[in-house]
């Protein structure tokens, strides 16, 4: 069997093959540590379907494939869809999507592989400049994914399980953890790729909680209250329904203050928040 695409010496043979280099503009930076997405792909539970989102020359598109079933890989560059076909000819279970994961319907998606596969999961080396939408929309997205397992900036990390009141909490925080178990698996030095990052970088896995189902109007209301973290839970609210005394009335219900901030409020507060919000309006 060939060297696996992770390794530095594979890497650099693709690259000067096609004559390619990292795209700031889509945040690339190509893995050349086997062990890491070894295993991270190992940790990913991704033994029936696996949706993975910019597989870059397919690093760890490659390493999923040895262990699921079917391997659905969402890439923006046009450039890297002939690498991959070619590069990963030799496995028969692998799906190459030239399209951005964020315009994508992943309802649809998520359902087409259920029904054939059975479990879905997702697992990704994110790129960095669109690491909070594409986790946004994977919050948002179908029940059945039970596990997301991501590569992301190790300060992002951070804040998935960052407590309350700390500089690292914030909407991010609050939705993963309403949603999920939340889990640092290992930190993966910068050295791990090519070229090397300015930071380092973790995995972290999602686990979804049972008795909690995604809600649009909770998140929206999180991230509006986290829209300007130096200003009021008040004043941000304002902003939202664009009414003061409605502001003003919610935080009473909620049993809040209007002088405290979002980065304050653990997940229960919100709970209340969001409770206080569709009372008010029923």
Same mark, same amino acid.
């Not at 000067?16 to 050349?32: D, E, V």
């Not at 039970?146 to 990390?157: A, C, D, P, R, S």
């Given at each position: ?8 010496a594979r890497?650099?043979? /693709?690259l000067?093959a096609y004559?390619?280099h990292?795209?700031? $503009? ?5 893995l050349i540590?086997v062990?890491?997405?070894?295993r991270?792909?190992?940790a ?5 379907a696996v /949706?993975?989102i910019g597989?870059? /020359?397919?690093?760890?598109t490659? =390493? ?7 391997v659905?890989s969402?890439e923006v560059?046009?450039r890297?869809?002939?690498?991959l076909k070619?590069e990963l000819a030799? #496995?028969d279970?692998?799906? /190459?999507?030239?399209?951005d ?6 309802e ?9 596969y059975?479990?879905v999961s997702?697992?990704a080396n994110?790129p960095?400049?669109?690491t909070t939408?594409i986790?946004?929309k ?5 029940? =059945?994914?039970e596990?997301? $397992? ?9 804040r998935?399980?960052?407590k309350?009141g700390t500089?690292?909490?914030?909407a ?6 309403y949603l ?14 090519s ?9 972290i896995?999602?686990?979804?909680r049972?008795?909690?189902?995604p809600?649009p ?7 509006a209250?986290?829209q300007?973290?130096?200003k $009021?839970?008040y004043n941000n609210l304002?902003e #939202?329904?664009?009414d003061?005394d409605t502001?003003l009335?919610i ?10 901030r979002?980065?304050a409020l ?5 709970e209340?928040?969001?409770q206080a919000v569709?009372? $008010?309006?029923?």
């Amino acid at each position: 069997m060939s060297r696996p695409i992770a390794s530095v010496a594979r890497t650099r043979e /693709i690259l000067n093959a096609y004559g390619l280099h990292a795209r700031k $503009t889509y945040g690339q930076n190509f893995l050349i540590d086997v062990s890491v997405v070894a295993r991270a792909a190992e940790a990913s539970h991704c033994e029936g379907a696996v /949706i993975e989102i910019g597989p870059g /020359i397919g690093s760890l598109t490659e =390493q999923l494939a040895l262990r699921s079933r079917h391997v659905r890989s969402y890439e923006v560059d046009e450039r890297l869809i002939p690498v991959l076909k070619a590069e990963l000819a030799a #496995y028969d279970n692998i799906e /190459i999507i030239l399209q951005d994961f964020l315009e994508c319907d992943l309802e649809q998606s998520v359902s087409e592989l259920a029904e054939t596969y059975g479990s879905v999961s997702v697992c990704a080396n994110l790129p960095y400049y669109v690491t909070t939408p594409i986790l946004f929309k994977l919050f948002e997205g179908p029940e =059945q994914v039970e596990y997301i $397992t991501v590569m992301v900036q190790k300060e992002v990390g951070d804040r998935f399980s960052a407590k309350p009141g700390t500089a690292d909490y914030s909407a991010l925080s609050v939705e993963s953890q309403y949603l999920y178990e939340v889990k640092r698996l290992f930190v993966v030095p910068r050295t791990a790729f090519s070229p090397a990052p300015n930071v380092d970088s973790a995995i972290i896995q999602f686990h979804r909680r049972p008795d909690r189902r995604p809600d649009p109007s909770f998140f929206e209301l999180v991230r509006a209250s986290f829209q300007q973290r130096r200003k $009021t839970l008040y004043n941000n609210l304002k902003e #939202y329904f664009k009414d003061s005394d409605t502001a003003l009335t919610i935080l009473a219900a909620a049993g809040l203050e209007p002088g405290i901030r979002a980065q304050a409020l653990d997940v229960a507060a919100f709970e209340r928040l969001h409770q206080a919000v569709k009372e $008010t309006k029923s």
